[in-house]
Nanobody, 125 residues
């Protein structure tokens, strides 16, 4: 069974940066698609970014384009999310995800096969 373990969350001031990491284990083949969702207090879980195993396609939510960058190291079965120019509205629990497919625009939560436990990102104003 695929396991995803996130790290790198924390507290940062507005305008600052954080890098999230997610290590996948439990399968011999790296998942086709890995990415990130987030859930802010009182809001629904939303797609943030995703990238395919071949590194040829990646997708971002409009709210993070130009500020967040997703990358992937298949040799380490690890996906990263570099988050720059963070804003208070980025405050959320960030979940690493894996899927055996993808769709136009990235991932829907129904596409996801595995979820990490989540890591909290808090951006203070």
């Amino acid at each position: 069974q695929l396991q995803l373990v996130e790290s790198g969350g924390g507290l940062v001031q507005a305008g600052g940066s954080l890098r999230l990491s997610c290590a996948a284990s439990g399968r011999t083949v790296s998942p086709l698609t890995m990415g990130w969702f987030r859930q802010a207090p009182g809001k629904e879980r939303e797609f943030v970014a995703a990238i395919v195993r071949s590194l040829t396609n990646s997708w971002y939510a409009d709210s993070v384009k130009g500020r967040f960058t997703i990358s992937r190291d298949n040799a380490k079965n690890t996906v990263y999310l570099q988050m720059n120019r963070l804003q208070p509205e980025d405050t959320a629990v960030y979940y690493c995800v894996a899927a055996q497919g993808y769709r136009s625009g990235g991932l829907h939560y129904r596409d996801v096969d595995a979820w990490g436990q989540g890591t909290l990102v808090t951006v203070s104003s």
